[in-house]
């Protein structure tokens, strides 16, 4: 049952997606397309012979014409007039729909056989068809919020996110799950039908139905914060109804432990999967079932609206954008070990402690099914993560990043400015001090991680959460998943933790790798779109909103050279203001079908810019 439409049931005959929901797709589609393919220099064009600042491709067939790109300090597409087809012997046209521009595309560069460019054409069709759905759903889910938010006078979407008690941020995270703003396959679910997607999409608002099996004590393998932890009686208290009717369904329990399943993979993966263990009764599948919350990751679900249990992360063998999210043996052993180092560290540094929270991955549960020729643990497995309500006191509110950008259905603007006109922001000078408050939270507990123990948080619009006051101040943030982190092991280990961790492409020996982490998710996910929001609004601009994150940043770097010395500055220095940064690239990481190793390319370097005299 839905949480925000409640008399709205799957199947619905006002959600299937009509004309007006399908052209919107395509053009976010498109968008999202021209803006990936131009970024990582894979659509070579040229500016025009005719001198206007039209970018054209030329082949054997015709040419395409990008009609007024403009472009943002990220170096990044940020809007067009029109995609022009101009083939050699027939009329121009227009191009609308995304899957038609790229074998327009591929046609002009003689690359349409490539099996890996159809690869990327089935995942936008599946896509599209997803945001369409997505959108038809949104214009009724706003509609339904602004008329309550009249009855209930309320003017602002956090009080509406506050009025049935509970977690107040999942209602915010569900309603924000409009997708990501760079990947071309923002709402792509391969292995999912329609229906599927209604029922378990976090954008929907669906209560999930997890199902809890139970494994062999011979097979599980349990890793904790805590060493010593029992596994049972923490998830007996944690979830003791749900604990209960698994116990009451299982006459020889005791020789189990319980485990938590997606109903997806119960349905589509496990049962081939693992045939040999549910034959031999190695795993017991029960009835006991528990609703949860999908968070903006998918597979990541929160209980419901409740302030205290954990949440659960779990392994769905379907594609979610760009990757099949299991959930390896390395991540369920290392999150653990990863919290625990984290929560020493603030507890040694209340500056940083001061400014960032973590939702500890405080236990997890893989099997002990690998060996040679078999690589099954990443399909079943689980962690728990603290609630973040058990992080915040009574006066404050997290809102996850990506809820920022999504227009409020109240103010008709997004969330970012409608929370900076609650806490009072009216012109220049307050809206700067409010920019500098969050940036200096965020490199207070961020950017001190990362320079000082080598550990560098995927802290992008997902991942982090903002902590406001009552008067919707920043005050700090939160972070949520320790999976995207990238850890320079010889730094952390100078610093007093040389922690085995179990071998993993985000730990890392070259700092440069980690340093990516900050370019990609706290530079230009973070701060870089914060900015390109606000350029122009409250007297702003980007040039001087990047200057002032420049002297910011070498203010930390000043401070960090009191600590460990003018190389180490310099080092950092030159990698933040001296050279291109890398920005990840998408599609290009699907052209070699993987997602486990970022792949970069260059984008000019705003900080240059922004300290480089207006005159010069």
Not at 305 to 330: C, D, F, G, H, W
């Amino acid at each position: 049952m839905n949480a925000i439409l409640p008399d709205i049931a799957p199947g619905s005959e006002w959600l299937a997606p009509g004309p007006a929901d399908h052209a919107q797709a395509a053009r976010n589609g498109l968008f999202r397309l021209l803006r990936s393919l131009l970024r990582e220099q894979l659509l070579p064009m040229m500016f025009a012979a005719d001198g206007t600042a039209d970018l054209s491709l030329h082949g054997d067939s015709g040419s395409l014409r990008l009609v007024a790109p403009r472009f943002n300090s990220l170096d990044a597409l940020c809007d067009f007039d029109a995609l022009i087809r101009q083939p050699l012997d027939a009329a121009p046209e227009p191009l609308q729909d995304p899957l038609e521009a790229l074998q327009c595309i591929l046609a002009l560069r003689r690359d349409g056989a490539d099996p890996a460019w159809q690869r990327i054409a089935d995942e936008l069709a599946n896509g599209l068809h997803n945001e369409a759905l997505t959108l038809c759903w949104r214009r009724h889910q706003d509609q339904a919020i602004a008329q309550r938010c009249a009855r209930e006078g309320i003017d602002n979407l956090l009080d509406w996110a506050r009025l049935d008690g509970g977690n107040a941020g999942i209602r915010l995270e569900q309603w924000a799950a409009v997708g990501h703003p760079y990947h071309p396959g923002s709402k792509t679910k391969l292995g999912l039908s329609s229906d599927e997607v209604w029922r378990y999409a976090p954008e929907f608002a669906p209560a999930v139905p997890l199902v809890l099996i139970g494994v062999h004590r011979s097979l599980a393998r349990v890793g904790t914060m805590i060493k010593g932890l029992d596994y049972r009686r923490w998830f007996a208290l944690h979830y003791p109804d749900w604990f209960a009717r698994w116990q009451q369904q299982l006459p020889d329990q005791e020789h189990y432990l319980p485990l938590p399943v997606h109903p997806w993979q119960l349905e589509h993966d496990l049962p081939q999967r693992f045939a040999d263990e549910l034959n031999s009764g190695l795993i017991r599948v029960t009835e006991a079932r528990y609703h949860a919350a999908p968070t903006l990751s998918f597979r990541t679900l929160a209980p419901g609206t409740a302030e205290q249990p954990p949440y659960i992360k779990l392994p769905v063998a379907a594609q979610m954008t760009s990757s099949v999210r299991n959930l390896s043996t390395p991540s369920v052993v290392n999150a653990p070990r990863i919290s625990a180092v984290l929560q020493d560290i603030l507890n040694q540094r209340p500056d940083i402690a001061a400014a960032l929270r973590c939702q500890w991955d405080e236990l997890g549960l893989h099997l002990d099914v690998d060996h040679e020729d078999r690589d099954d643990a990443r399909y079943l497995a689980v962690l728990f993560r603290r609630n973040p309500c058990r992080l915040l006191a009574d006066h404050e509110q997290a809102v996850v990043l990506a809820a920022l950008f999504v227009t409020s259905p109240l103010s008709g603007e997004p969330l970012l400015l409608e929370l900076m006109r609650q806490a009072g922001v009216s012109d220049r000078e307050s809206a700067t001090a409010w920019f500098g408050r969050y940036c200096d939270r965020l490199f207070a507990g961020v950017l001190n991680l990362y320079l000082d123990y080598g550990i560098a948080l995927e802290a992008h619009q997902q991942n982090l959460m903002l902590v406001l006051d009552r008067q919707a101040q920043p005050v700090a943030f939160l972070n949520r998943d320790v999976g995207g982190i990238c850890i320079h092991c010889p730094t952390l280990a100078a610093r007093g933790w040389p922690v085995e961790f179990m071998p993993a492409a985000t730990l890392v020996e070259d700092r440069a790798q980690a340093r990516v982490n900050i370019f990609h998710a706290v530079l230009q996910s973070n701060i870089g779109e914060l900015i390109e929001l606000l350029d122009g609004r409250f007297g702003l601009d980007a040039r001087q909103l990047w200057y002032d994150v420049a002297r910011l940043l070498e203010r930390y770097l000043d401070d960090y050279s009191l600590r460990y010395g003018d190389a180490a500055r310099q080092q950092e220095h030159q990698a933040f203001f001296e050279q291109p940064w890398p920005a990840t690239a998408f599609i290009r990481m699907r052209l070699q079908d993987q997602s486990r190793h970022a792949v970069c390319n260059p984008i000019p370097n705003p900080f240059q810019r922004a300290l480089t005299p207006a005159d010069e």
